[in-house]
């Protein structure tokens, strides 16, 4: 098996839970859009957003501007962005109760995570547990994201470990694949269950349990 030095994390979708239908729901009904429709605005300016390179009013106006309704007022802006805070606060217990096992085996965690300040802010503010981890890299305090190379580069500086030492795990294959070109260990995250039987004989780690 593998030896690792260091497990690198994303955040989104698999620390925490995807947005759930009723988060989406209210963000969708705010705007008085369908769900399809608010998903495909959603995510056009998100990497901007995540990067700091536009502010909170500044991705939500654009968003009103695109989808051709009036920009929100301070009221509903403040509910928005609770809303978008509170759909990537549902924790994944088993991922988390994992990295903590990992990092109790020696084997240093971080963080790698697409996320806007408020956010970053709010989960900092509300989940002690994120602090728990070796070294943490949000997109909106580097001005970077994934898949650029450089983001996962200042990552495995800050663990001090080499790309061949460390594990990634993303749902989103194309920041795998950034990883894999640098020489990490890449695994592609669906669920614990999956991730688990994945992980069985490859990588000297801790048992996932799901």
């Not at 536009?54 to 509903?76: N, Q």
């Not at 924790?91 to 990992?102: D, F, I, L, T, Y």
Request: charged share 20%.
């Amino acid at each position: 098996m593998t030896e690792l030095k260091a497990v690198i994390f994303d955040y989104g979708n698999v620390l925490c839970h995807s947005q759930q239908p009723e988060d989406l729901e209210a963000l969708s009904g705010a705007f008085s859009l369908s769900q399809a429709r608010f998903d495909e605005l959603y995510w056009l300016k998100r990497l901007p957003y995540d990067k700091s390179e536009m502010t909170p009013r500044e991705y939500w106006d654009d968003f009103c501007h695109m989808a051709g309704i009036p920009v929100l007022d301070e009221g509903t802006f403040r509910q928005v962005m609770d809303y978008d805070n509170r759909s990537w606060s549902h924790r994944n217990p088993s991922m988390v109760a994992w990295a903590k096992e990992v990092r109790s085996q020696g084997i240093k965690t971080a963080v790698l995570s697409n996320m806007p300040l408020p956010l970053r802010v709010y989960l900092d503010a509300n989940y002690a547990w994120l602090h728990d981890f070796d070294y943490r890299v949000f997109s909106c305090d580097v001005k970077m994201a994934k898949p650029q190379p450089e983001i996962y580069e200042l990552c495995l500086r800050g663990l001090g470990v080499d790309a061949a030492q460390a594990l990634f795990l993303d749902d989103r294959p194309n920041n795998i694949a950034a990883a894999q070109s640098l020489g990490i260990h890449g695994l592609l995250f669906t669920t614990a269950e999956s991730a688990r039987a994945t992980l069985d004989g490859q990588f000297a780690l801790p048992a996932l349990a799901v």
